[in-house]
Nanobody, 120 residues
Framework: QVQLVESGGGLVQAGGSLNLSCLVS????????MAWYRQAPGKQRELVAR???????VYADSVKGRFAISRDNPKKTIFLQMNSLEPEDTAVYYC??????????????WGQGTQVTVSA
């Protein structure tokens, strides 16, 4: 069974920083893209940033220049460094991974989410 566990959320003032982590564990044969999504109250879940296995990245326009996604493949961990946080960044942040476990297909797995709250 594959588990994704996020950590690092919390309460921060506007302009502050947080660093989220997501550890992938379980019976893992391979990991392709990993990503961070977020969902604010009353809104749909949206992509924040994605990183491929070789390290290519994609960011939502709203976080470009402020957030940085990275990954440590041997440790099966991804990170999201969030700087210059704004109240609009308040949301539950979810880790997503495209993982090969038993079988031959890569499947999407999700973490339970971590709350990020930015006060004005």
């Amino acid at each position: 069974q594959v588990q994704l566990v996020e950590s690092g959320g919390g309460l921060v003032q506007a302009g502050g920083s947080l660093n989220l982590s997501c550890l992938v564990s379980g019976y893992i044969l391979g990991i392709r893209d990993m990503a961070w999504y977020r969902q604010a109250p009353g809104k749909q879940r949206e992509l924040v940033a994605r990183i491929s296995a070789p390290g290519n990245t994609v960011y939502a326009d709203s976080v470009k220049g402020r957030f940085a996604i990275s990954r440590d493949n041997p440790k099966k961990t991804i990170f999201l460094q969030m700087n210059s946080l704004e109240p609009e960044d308040t949301a539950v942040y979810y880790c997503n991974g495209n993982v090969l476990t038993r079988g031959t297909r890569y499947l999407d797995y999700w973490g339970q989410g971590t709350q990020v709250t930015v006060s004005a």
